[in-house]
């Protein structure tokens, strides 16, 4: 089964928009399937990542806040 990439982000986040393109670079080695949530209509999600943003999970486990390091994002992902 392949890993769930799942990344809190928000529309016009200049760091969200760098991780995704690192997400596609490296789904392009190690399939997995992205699930994005936009936070910014959840009062939930904006209180716990808001300032965090982006925030990135891996099988639901916080990998990545910020940026992603991509050898590390690989590291992670070929252990799954």
């Known amino acids: ?6 990344i809190y982000g928000k529309p016009e986040c200049c760091l969200c928009d760098q991780a995704l393109e690192v997400l596609e670079e490296v789904r392009k080695l190690v ?4 699930e994005k949530r936009d936070i910014s209509g959840d ?7 808001g300032l965090d943003i982006p925030v990135i999970l891996i099988d639901g ?12 994002l690989i590291t992670l992902l070929d252990g799954q």
């Open 1 to 6: 089964m392949k890993p769930r990439v799942t």
């Open 31 to 34: 399939p997995f399937e992205i």
């Open 43 to 49: 009062a939930d999600l904006i209180e716990r990542y």
């Open 61 to 72: 486990q916080v990998a990545f806040r910020h940026r992603i390091d991509k050898a590390r």
